[in-house]
Every structure is written in C-alpha cells, then in structure tokens.
C-alpha cells in the first residue's frame, strides 16, 4: 500500500540525482542554499516518486499503469 518515496541529496551528488531519475524519480523541490559543508552552501534536491509512476516505469518490467 506504499503510495509515495522521496529522496532528498545535496547538489554536488550527481551519481545519485542519474540513479534517481533513471529509475523514475522526478525533482520536486530545490531547496535552495540548505546545506553547509567546508564554508559552502549546496542547494538540496527532492525528488519523488508515485506509485502509478512506478509502474509504467520500464526497470520494473511491469508496464502497467
């Protein structure tokens, strides 16, 4: 009965924003500025993903909406 995922990653993890979205996650939210790490400040990305999109996504072989 799982509806909704979101992951959330800081700007400079680019591996993982290319995992996400290959794998049917859409940027949702850019929070801008969120993060500070060694005097620097990193936009945080949220991504999400809808179970109906889930679905029709072709790494889950389903095809089905």
Do not use: H, M
Not at 11 to 26: C, D, K, M, P
Not at 37 to 64: F, H, I, N, Q
């Amino acid at each position: 009965n799982l509806f909704r995922v979101q992951s959330a990653v800081v700007e400079y993890a680019v591996s993982w924003q290319q995992i996400l979205e290959a794998t049917g996650f859409r940027l949702e939210v850019c929070r801008r500025k969120e993060v500070l790490r060694v005097d620097r400040a990193w936009d945080l990305l949220v991504y999400g993903l809808l179970a109906p999109e889930w679905r029709r996504s072709p790494t889950t072989g389903e095809g089905k909406a």
